[in-house]
């Protein structure tokens, strides 16, 4: 699973405002144990038959269960069933059914036995059912933000331009709702499906498609094929009309079902995928163990994508068009994290809901790896920083263990402590114990616990085997317990003995033993000290050195999950920039510069030094911290910003560019921006059309429906929200409904761009736009599972929803015969009820 927050734009501002109005919690809820599931019976093999009420939106299904007891005789089967009509319930003897007494409720399926059965006797139960999505009362997570499991989306097609669907979503628990199992991670099945579905629709589950046969009335099955046991939560079903492109690896099928509206484009997207198999195959020394890979994505999905087994779901946010593809695949980070989930989450799956750290950060982790392989150290190390950055964002995540036994919904652990930390935490343990033993010791955990299940502690043990390096300390602090270092340090140099020591200080309560690297710079050269921090609050640390150091870089390598207080001034940055190798400690030393830039000549020759950088990111955070309009920053970097702004091989470098020359407003850089608005990449038509915007307003309303916002980045959306509102660009107005959404929450971080929000929002409310209405109202429903406990922000949200739903009783007044108004009040109604 990877959870994507409703827009990268808004991970600060909801969290912020979780902070700003936190209260104690006065629940009186005392803390609990959440255990294992007890295995009384293992499930073998699930046969199902299924077709699809597209009026009523359910599902009329058959189901053969083969089980046996776990260890203990037993004489009867429990099975999670949720919000079903139970119609039949027999046991099978080779197809010869026998009626069995059941008892259903409260969403679980008690079937009495027709006798005692002992360990690995084997049994089938058969049961013909009905699933009814919309009836289930479960609720979602801030990852998976709906809980029915199956979806109908626009089943009778009255919704225009909506495709008709059908994919289900089954982590956590949530596949028992269209099929009777035991709906926990410690079970795992084989698996066989027969969808009957119109004829129209192609169809996709787990495993292989043995067999397709015609039925009458224009309808046709297609029989899946699971051959190897894997979790009832990975099941999968997908029904639709799409596009297939086909792809392979060595011998596998590797398919990407995309809108066909897409098709052109789904090399570009997914086409990495093979490549990325080779690669994990190779670097965990265990090959790519199922029959098939295919990718599809879903309309409305409830989350980012799910790692179902041999058939990986993601959100229609993975689809993109050339125009976002040239500036960069903003989804291949999810395709990688989906795909590594086959080792980790699907062939070894965690055992518990409180073990998600098996699964999840992995898969965070294996975004690293990818980007490291493909693009370099570099790269990797922004997608490590970006990492660690939303797990600091969040402050209750300090207070959370990575293992955690105490949670209060299994949906809570799909956090930023499951994802964020834990991936951080791997790349520790990489450089802790070196790639060879850290990959050998994967290899050992995935070869005895494949198609099984896994925890913390068998990492562990997997780890020590092959290291022989105990690793209690590191898995008690970092595993088991919660938080992170907070450093502080000071240094006193010694003339007489010629050295200098080093007090490396921590500053938060429990305390934490960790390596450490150190750079050390004399005469503007680093030496690199490896030191090893004990658990105490002040740990020194001396060095020869012939004269009083220039500069201390703590954590030079990057490598520590830390919070660390530097008091460096805009020299050392300088010095730190031009002499350190690695990205993070090149990227802090230009993040500082742009914050200073208007103030000190020598942080401005930071960026200036860091326009050349090999890495892109650096490029453009040189260039966000530039002021061109002030003569001594033009005079240092103008000749190479015109230069970056042309020629820079990155589309996204070129956009910053242009946004830096904009502050000259100059007219002689006219013939630039209008060449921008021509490229194929939508960020550099986005920073073109800002920059007239600047210089010449009178023509942006005409340039401004040249550029495809459907599915833009949350930057762009930014950058162009103020032009979109100032000018009334009506085709844009569904584009920025997600934003404007939440004005009153972006006002905390940014007050300019929450008044253009605002503006926005008033603007929507005020129109008959159903669309846009429909995108506000659907990205504030899906936004009740992000903001947890916080009832001032739910507050705040039904708030926004009674204002708007005011304002579209205005527009419906003054326009009371509008085709489109009242599904648009009908949608803000359904968003305040919600939270009810």
């Known amino acids: 699973m990877k959870k994507i927050l409703i827009s990268a734009l808004l991970l600060g501002v909801i969290f912020s405002s979780q902070t700003a109005f936190a209260q104690t919690d006065t629940s009186g809820r005392t803390e609990i144990y959440r255990a294992t599931h007890t295995k009384t019976t293992e499930l073998k093999h699930t046969k199902l038959k299924v077709n699809f009420d597209y009026q009523k939106e359910q599902m009329n299904g058959e189901a053969w269960i083969s089980a046996s007891p776990h260890f203990y005789p037993s004489d ?53 059912y009905t699933a009814r999505p919309n009836e289930v009362k479960q ?41 009777p199992t035991i709906d926990k991670p410690n079970q795992k099945t084989t698996q066989e499906i027969y969808m009957t579905v119109p004829d129209k629709y192609l169809t996709l589950s787990n495993g292989v498609l043995k067999d397709s046969k015609k039925e009458g009335n224009n309808l046709r099955t297609d029989h899946w094929v699971m051959d190897k046991k894997h979790a009832p939560y990975l099941f999968f079903m997908g ?43 190779k670097r965990l020394n265990y090959d790519y163990p199922w029959p098939k890979y295919s990718q599809i994505t879903g309309v409305d999905y409830v989350s980012g994508a799910m790692e179902n087994t041999t058939s990986t779901l993601h959100s229609t946010m993975a689809q993109q068009k050339p125009g976002d593809l040239i500036d960069e695949n903003r989804w291949e980070d999810v395709i990688s994290h989906e795909l590594f989930h086959h080792w980790f989450g699907d062939l070894v799956t965690a055992e518990s809901w409180s073990n998600i750290t098996v699964n999840e950060s992995f898969a965070n982790y294996s975004e690293y790896l990818w980007n490291e ?124 003995k010629k050295m200098v020591t080093v007090s490396i200080i921590q500053n938060q309560g429990q305390y934490f033993q960790f390596p ?55 020299e050392q940055y300088f010095m730190q920039y031009t002499n350190s190798k690695e990205f993070l400690s090149r990227y802090k030393a230009v993040e500082n510069a742009a914050d200073n830039a208007s103030k000190n000549a020598v942080s401005v020759k930071t960026l200036v030094a860091a326009l050349k950088d090999s890495n892109f990111r650096i490029r453009i955070k040189a260039l966000s911290g530039l002021d061109l309009s002030k003569p001594d920053q033009q005079k240092a970097a103008l000749a190479e ?8 091989p990155k589309t996204l470098v070129q956009s910053a560019a242009i946004t830096a020359l904009a502050k000259t407003k100059d007219k002689k850089y006219l013939p630039v921006f209008d060449k921008g608005m021509s490229a194929v990449s939508n960020a550099v038509k986005g920073a073109s059309l800002g920059a007239i915007a600047v210089i010449d307003p009178s023509r942006v309303s005409a340039l401004a429906n040249q550029i495809d916002l459907d599915g833009a980045s949350d930057d762009l959306i930014a950058q162009l929200l103020p032009i979109i509102v100032k000018n009334k660009i009506e085709k844009q107005m569904p584009a920025i409904a997600q934003t404007a959404a939440f004005y009153p929450f972006i006002k905390f971080q940014n007050p300019e761009l929450g008044a253009s929000a605002e503006e926005a929002f008033n603007w929507i ?72």
């Open 76 to 128: 009867s089967l429990v099975l999670d069933a949720k919000a079903m009509l139970i119609h039949e319930v027999a046991l099978d003897k080779n197809g010869s059914k026998s009626p069995l007494k059941y008892d259903y409720k409260n969403d679980m399926l008690k079937i009495n036995l027709d006798k005692t059965y002992s360990r690995n006797q084997d049994y089938t139960v058969y049961i013909k």
């Open 139 to 179: 609720v979602g997570s801030a990852a998976i933000t709906d809980a029915k499991g199956l979806y109908f989306i626009n089943p009778q097609g009255k919704e225009s331009g909506k495709p008709t669907q059908i994919w289900t979503q089954g982590e956590t628990e949530s596949n028992s709702v269209w099929f």
């Open 239 to 281: 029904v639709g009309e799409y596009a297939v492109v086909k792809d392979k690896w060595r011998n596998i099928p590797v398919d990407y079902y995309v809108e066909k509206e897409y098709e052109p484009y789904a090399k570009q997207i997914f086409g990495n995928t093979p490549e990325m198999i080779e690669f994990f195959s």
């Open 373 to 496: 392989y493909k693009y370099g150290k570099d790269f990797a190390d922004y997608t490590l920083m970006k990492t660690r950055e939303g797990y600091f964002r969040d402050p209750s995540n300090v207070s959370k263990d990575l293992v955690r036994f105490n949670y209060h919904s299994r949906e809570d652990v799909f956090d930023g402590v499951s994802y964020n930390k834990g991936g951080s935490i791997l790349h520790m343990l990489r450089n802790y114990l070196g790639d060879d033993a850290f990959f050998a010791g994967l290899t050992d955990y995935l070869k005895t616990n494949e198609y099984g299940t896994g925890e913390a502690q068998q990492l562990r043990l997997s780890l020590e085997k092959i290291s022989g390096k105990d690793l209690n300390w590191f898995f008690n602090q970092w595993y088991y317990g919660n938080g992170n270092p907070k450093l502080s340090y000071t240094s006193t140099f010694d003339p007489v």
């Open 516 to 570: 450490l690297a150190i750079d050390v710079y004399e005469n503007g050269k680093p030496t690199r000290q490896n030191v090893w921090v004990a658990a105490k609050s002040k740990n020194d640390f001396s060095f020869s050195i012939t004269k009083s150091p220039d500069l201390l870089n703590i954590d030079a390598d990057g490598v520590l999950l830390s919070e660390i207080t530097d008091n460096k001034t805009p």
């Open 641 to 648: 910003v015109e230069k970056m702004a042309v020629n820079d």
């Open 765 to 836: 409310m005020g129109s008959d736009n159903l669309k846009a209405t429909e995108n506000l109202t659907k990205v504030l429903t899906q936004v009740k599972s992000q903001i947890g406990q916080n009832p001032q922000a739910k507050m705040m949200i039904v708030q926004i929803l009674k204002e708007g739903l005011a304002k579209k009783m205005q527009v419906l007044k003054a326009n009371p015969s509008s085709p489109t108004i009242n599904a648009q009040i009908d949608a803000i109604n359904k968003a305040i009820e919600a939270y009810k």
